[in-house]
């Protein structure tokens, strides 16, 4: 038996411990639950608020324990003695760096150490029954050796372990010797090392497409911004590949495990794309805090609604600028004004009729519009107006000198004529109550648009507007990413009227027993969260993520900011990597969403995804899409080029795809991206169709790869992606710099960049397009 073997065999034994003893932990927490479900018969309140705690309690831990029995295990440090020895409430011990005499000076000039304590690392914390720590949870101060610790400054940590496992079976192990100068020993013999090195072998494994097990390859300067306190605002940047989406999933986590009363059920977690969301959902079940965050593609941020479109980058840029919070103002007011309103109203009063005319209630709507309230709820105050309008209309104030009576004669005025039949139907009718779905409607009348958009839009943007909202259904289908942002800035302009209360039923058993229903905090919560979204209420988050930043528009960041008012905030992105073509404009309305809050600054600088071979041919893009941006270190080498390859004129651009895709899944055991412009997404899902239902293949649009990763990935006409919009370049880098282990680019001889003729390429084969300037 070799090393490895050897190793993956103790490491298996102790992962058997951990789960009989998990095993345990279930049968206890399934005993309290039953042991609550006895106490059904006990009749006091204090009695069934206990109940109802415990049940809550078991519950609560149960549900856990089940959702964190797969790949429990990831990590082990091995560490020397500590400086004062003293142990927490882990029972691990809490100094940082080693005791004075915990590394031995021998003879021939070499030095020696005995390992005194090995922790193992993991999703939850787990006691055996002495209370010695079989595992500890990944959050605990005890755990952060296994993340920061380096060559440079290893603290106490002399090993560090990542262990790789499949439900109750470790599949294998891979050692970092941060303390190489020493000889250490553990039981008298010497610690193996297994493997090239933790970080290197777990950024060599092929990805899946869902990042589930991403917690052992956090680095040190990853786990600072983490593990950073929570206040105000924390700015995190880093190039690709430096782990921008795993820092912002593991500080939801983080922050849920030291303040779990200020966060629990209140992270919103924001991605760009829903593909995102799908790759990253499983992490944070997998971190021990399924069901207290919310992961939110922009597309589903609004409650009822998802977007199922997309808007070529000219709509895009439309609906996404900050025009459009001045334009949608007008159209929430305006269209109460659709064709067809009623222009007169006839009503009875004191025996006669009484009239008020269009010029009149013209007047009456702009002094009713003349606040700020929202649309729906200036419906009381029009009806105010209009019966104001009435009374004087009717000539009543000069037959009523008397003050008292006059106000008796108005009360009664108003009673009369405020129930009529033919008032109601006209309020009805001339203040309807609108939904935002109603107000993008209107606005595919391009007559209509334009003069709500005057001065505002151009007259083209008028007509492409118009036209992409012709799309969407009255039931709310076709919506896209940037119309949920317009829907929300509608609802707030709108507001939903206030409803009846209803009023509860007394239950029978209620007036025989004298008792009311004991509930608990967490049940009235949900009962006010729950009426609130009813209302169409939005909900305040304690705190936000934002991940992929920089690719919010202004609309968008203004439907993110009314989420987090009173919140922190944790914000991540990568200015090179946008694909906004004006990022002025964002920022301002990011800096209002953000407010007045001091920010903490974080920069990324380590590239872990890409090996150097890629990551030199990105960074010449990098220099053309972003001037002086610094790129992200890559840390590794393949020893593989990327490959280059044209279509010849007169070549199928479909055979050539096929072909480049196939020799990729050949060399790689792995995932394969092909990434095509946004124009082409249907057109290549065709080509590849055989390919795609393997699942390990997948086709994607330019705008759709941000943030995702492959092992492998194909970049299709690169001067098609370049040449889609004017931050073409941008989007281009991030194609580039999605894979793992293989790249290759797929040129035609469309393909054109600084208007050089297509086909042209540079030395050593490398299309003209992807030369550093």
Do not use: C
Request: cysteine-free.
């Amino acid at each position: 038996m070799d090393i490895r073997e050897r190793e993956i065999r103790d490491e298996q034994r102790h992962l058997d411990a951990v789960y009989r003893r998990l095993t345990e932990k279930i049968h206890e927490a399934e005993y309290l639950m039953a042991d609550a479900a006895r106490r059904v018969q006990v009749g006091t309140p204090g009695a069934l608020a206990e109940r109802d705690a415990q049940v809550f309690r078991a519950g609560l831990h149960l549900a856990r324990l089940n959702s964190e029995f797969e790949d429990f295990l990831f990590g082990r440090i091995d560490l020397l003695a500590g400086k004062d020895g003293e142990r927490g409430p882990d029972g691990a011990i809490t100094s940082v760096e080693p005791a004075d005499d915990a590394v031995t000076e021998t003879g021939d000039g070499g030095r020696t150490a005995e390992i005194a304590e090995t922790l193992h690392i993991g999703r939850l914390g787990v006691l055996d029954a002495d209370y010695v720590p079989l595992v500890i949870d990944w959050r605990a101060p005890a755990a952060a050796p296994f993340y920061r610790a380096t060559p440079v400054a290893p603290g106490r940590v002399v090993r560090r372990r990542v262990i790789r496992s499949k439900g109750r079976r470790v599949l294998g192990v891979e050692d970092d010797l941060l303390r190489p100068e020493l000889r250490a020993l553990r039981d008298g013999a010497e610690l193996p090392v297994v493997g090239d090195g933790a970080l290197m072998a777990a950024l060599g494994r092929t990805r899946g497409h869902r990042m589930t097990d991403i917690v052992a390859s956090i680095q040190a300067e990853q786990d600072e911004v983490i593990r950073a306190p929570a206040v105000s605002v924390t700015e995190v940047t880093g190039g690709p590949g430096t782990g921008k989406t795993a820092v912002a999933l593991h500080r939801a986590a983080y922050l849920l495990y030291q303040d779990r009363r200020r966060y629990a059920g209140g992270i919103l977690v924001v991605s760009p794309t829903p593909l995102l969301v799908s790759y990253t959902e499983g992490v944070l079940p997998s971190l021990g805090e399924e069901g207290q965050v919310a992961i939110r593609a922009l597309g589903d941020l609004v409650d009822g609604v998802t977007a199922d479109s997309y808007d070529d980058q000219a709509v895009a840029r439309v609906k996404g600028s900050a025009a459009m919070a001045r334009v949608l103002p007008r159209a929430a007011r305006g269209v109460l004004e659709a064709p067809g309103a009623p222009a007169r109203l006839r009503v009875v009063a004191f025996g006669r009729r009484v009239e008020l005319d269009g010029e009149t209630l013209a007047r009456v709507r702009q002094q009713t519009l003349g606040g700020t309230a929202p649309v729906n709820l200036l419906r009381p105050r029009a009806r105010r107006l209009l019966l104001d309008a009435l009374w004087q209309e009717s000539g009543a104030p000069s037959r009523y000198p008397d003050p008292a009576l006059a106000a008796e004669a108005r009360e009664a005025f108003t009673e009369d004529v405020g129930t009529e039949d033919a008032f109601i139907d006209f309020l009805g009718a001339w203040w309807p109550e609108v939904t935002p779905l109603q107000v993008l409607a209107a606005m595919t009348d391009e007559q209509r648009l334009g003069r709500w958009a005057r001065r505002l839009l151009r007259p083209r943007e008028v007509r492409q507007l118009a036209r992409s909202l012709r799309r969407i259904t009255p039931e709310g289908t076709g919506l896209s990413a940037h119309d949920v942002a317009l829907l929300d800035e509608l609802r707030t302009l709108l507001g939903s009227p206030p409803r009846p209360a209803r009023s509860r039923e007394a239950d029978p058993l209620d007036q025989l027993t004298g008792l009311a229903e004991v509930t608990t905090y967490a049940d009235r919560a949900a009962t006010r969260r729950n009426a609130a979204e009813r209302e169409g209420e939005r909900a305040d988050y304690a705190h936000i993520i934002v991940d992929e930043a920089q690719d919010l528009t202004p609309m968008q960041w203004r439907m993110v900011g009314r989420r987090g008012r009173q919140g922190t905030w944790t914000v991540v992105g990568d200015p090179a990597q946008s694909s906004w073509p004006a990022p002025e404009e964002a920022a301002a309305e990011r800096d209002a969403a953000l407010g007045t809050r001091p920010r903490r600054r974080f920069e990324l600088t380590v590239n872990y995804r890409n090996p150097a071979e890629i990551a030199r041919v990105a960074d010449g893009v990098l220099q053309r899409a972003a001037p002086g941006t610094r790129p992200p270190r890559a840390v590794r080498e393949t020893g593989v080029a990327p490959r280059f390859a044209t279509v010849s004129r007169g070549g199928s651009l479909d055979d050539a795809v096929r072909a480049e895709a196939a020799r990729l899944l050949a060399e790689v055991p792995g995932t394969v991206g092909v990434v095509v412009a946004m124009g082409r997404r249907a057109e290549a899902a065709g080509w590849l169709a055989g390919e795609v239902a393997d699942g390990r293949l997948v086709v994607l649009g330019s705008l759709e790869v941000k943030g995702l990763e492959y092992d492998a990935t194909l970049v299709v006409a690169p001067g098609e992606i370049a040449g889609e919009s004017p931050a073409g370049l941008r989007v281009l880098y991030v194609a580039l710099t999605r894979a793992t282990q293989r790249l290759t680019v797929l040129s035609t001889p469309g393909d054109r960049q600084d208007g050089e003729k297509g086909g042209e390429a540079a030395p050593d084969g490398l299309p003209a397009l992807l030369v550093a300037p």
